[in-house]
């Protein structure tokens, strides 16, 4: 069967306020997942949930995981990756560079330690997945906005992540690197789990094959694009009313 990842009654209470509330998910392999809804529906929470970032009650499992059990660096092993709204590359560091640290994650504390030459095959892969080639030597504090997102998802790609928790990957892009980015994680989607928190709806209805809204830590609702366009709950809660 797919690969999948399951999430059943998640919640996250800081101090009696539940900014996730019995939220149940399932996130199928080769599709492409958004999340969306009105600021505080408890997005980022579910996400910095699933990857140990914050303390979650009820079951995300995935393969013979409960990633709620695991801390942040066991979840990443697990083949669980995120990004952030603002990228976290090292800035003084080369984009080659980059990616190889972030493929350190599987090699032991004494291979970090071995001299190599060169670089392995799968970080050149991931460098020619994220189209940076003609920048790999390039310090990734030079790099655009936009550039630095695609580093990010590159890092994930070394890091071997077969899933993949992106937080507004496309803001601050122009329509053609957000057109680029979309047909990236359409690639890379096919054997990966992606779930994309977004906010631009043009990107959401050019990409999403599923679509999860949320609005106060709950799933409001969830389907295609169309179906959850056509919901009136959903056109309420971004008004306001
Ligand atoms: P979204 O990503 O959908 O905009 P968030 O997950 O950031 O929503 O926030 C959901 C709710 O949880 C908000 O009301 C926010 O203020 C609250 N919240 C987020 N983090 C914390 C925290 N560490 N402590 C207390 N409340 C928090």
Do not use: C
């Amino acid at each position: 069967g797919r690969d999948y990842l399951e999430v059943r009654g998640l919640t996250v209470d800081f101090d009696g306020f539940k900014a996730v509330d019995g939220v149940d998910l399932t996130l199928l392999q080769g599709r492409l997942h958004f999340l969306i809804g009105p600021n505080g529906a408890g997005k980022t929470t579910l996400v910095d949930a699933l990857t140990g970032l914050v303390p979650g009650t009820g079951l995300a499992r995935y393969g013979a995981h409960d990633l709620l059990g695991l801390k942040p660096h066991r979840i990443v092993r697990a083949g669980v990756g995120r990004t952030f709204q603002t990228a976290t590359v090292f800035e003084e560091l080369s984009v080659l560079q980059n990616l190889d640290i972030a493929g350190g994650v599987h090699r032991r504390a004494w291979q970090l330690a071995l001299p190599r030459r060169g670089v392995p095959a799968y970080v050149d892969d991931a460098l020619d997945a994220i189209g940076l080639g003609d920048l790999r030597d390039r310090p990734a504090g030079v790099l655009a906005h936009g550039q630095k997102q695609w580093l990010e998802i590159g890092m994930l790609l070394v890091q071997d992540a077969r899933v993949m928790l992106l937080d507004e990957p496309v803001a601050g892009m122009s329509a053609e690197e957000r057109e680029a980015t979309g047909e990236l994680l359409q690639r890379i989607g096919r054997e990966r789990t992606i779930v994309v928190i977004e906010h631009d709806m043009e990107f959401v209805r050019r990409f999403a094959d599923t679509v999860t809204v949320m609005h106060a830590g709950r799933v409001l609702t969830e389907g295609t694009v169309a179906e959850v366009q056509a919901d009136e709950r959903v056109q309420e809660v971004y008004l306001g009313r």
